[in-house]
């Protein structure tokens, strides 16, 4: 496959996932701006994920760090998202390539990024991670664990947490997980008061993405359905 055919395919798959954002979105009576579209290109090679950017999505995610690592140093001027779990001896050198942090899935991590971010003299855009579907597979909070929570989100000043993150089981209906999503972090938000923004969700992948726009998702993390054609075995 040539670079002209890889650079069309690409535009054609992104114009059918804008017109389904774009219904999805006017279906639920919310502005299509409300909703960030982050290109998951863990699929693709850096060059792929660069034709993205010169499509105009520059909101690019990676779900390991030493990929997007390689990723960012590549396209410094996309805006990294890391989606999958951190390990803390790699949070130093991902928190300066980071423009947010989708996958705080425990209290011990969040701590370190806000000590690492306090060292950066920064403040780091988060999202907290939960386990909604109980997998034993998935990283994240368990829901009962939201009150615990309350305190710390109060304290740690150096992480900006913008909302909370989740996955949806494979096998069963996704819009019940992405409903108590929302609910959890309605919750959050009025016990943690104006200290934290507490406002964002990221749901929604390939399969479920029309599913999280109807239950509030502010961004949406598509990876395979923007590469249809292009990668040997979609997962
Ligand atoms: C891979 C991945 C995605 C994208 O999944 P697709 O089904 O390929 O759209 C989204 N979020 C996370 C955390 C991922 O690891």
């Known amino acids: 496959m040539n670079v002209r055919e890889i650079r069309e395919i690409l535009a054609n798959n992104l114009a059918q996932v804008e017109e389904r954002l774009q219904v999805a979105c006017t279906q639920s009576g919310r502005a299509r701006a409300e909703v960030t579209l982050v290109a998951i290109t863990k699929y693709v090679p850096p060059e792929v994920a660069g034709f993205l950017c010169e499509l105009g999505v520059l909101d690019l995610g990676e779900s390991r760090p030493q990929e997007l690592w390689r990723k960012a140093e590549y396209l410094p001027k996309a805006r990294w998202h890391l989606v999958g779990h951190l390990q803390r001896n790699k949070i130093e050198r991902s928190l300066s390539l980071l423009h947010c942090l989708h996958s705080v899935d425990s209290l011990r991590l969040l701590k370190a990024v806000h000590e690492e971010a306090q060292q950066q003299q920064r403040t780091i855009p988060v999202m907290l991670e939960f386990n909604c579907s109980g997998e034993a597979s998935k990283h994240g909070f368990a829901p009962s664990t939201c009150e615990e929570l309350v305190q710390p989100l109060q304290e740690l000043t150096q992480v900006r947490v913008l ?61 395979s359905i923007l590469f249809e054609g292009l990668t040997q075995h979609n997962p």
């Open 163 to 223: 909302g909370l993150m989740t996955m949806a089981a494979a096998d069963r209906d996704a819009r019940p997980t992405f409903a108590q999503l929302r609910g959890l972090r309605d919750w959050l938000r009025e016990r943690v008061g104006s200290c934290q923004p507490l406002t964002d969700l990221s749901m929604g992948m390939s399969g479920d993405f029309e599913l999280a726009i109807a239950e509030g998702a502010t961004h949406v993390r598509l990876g």
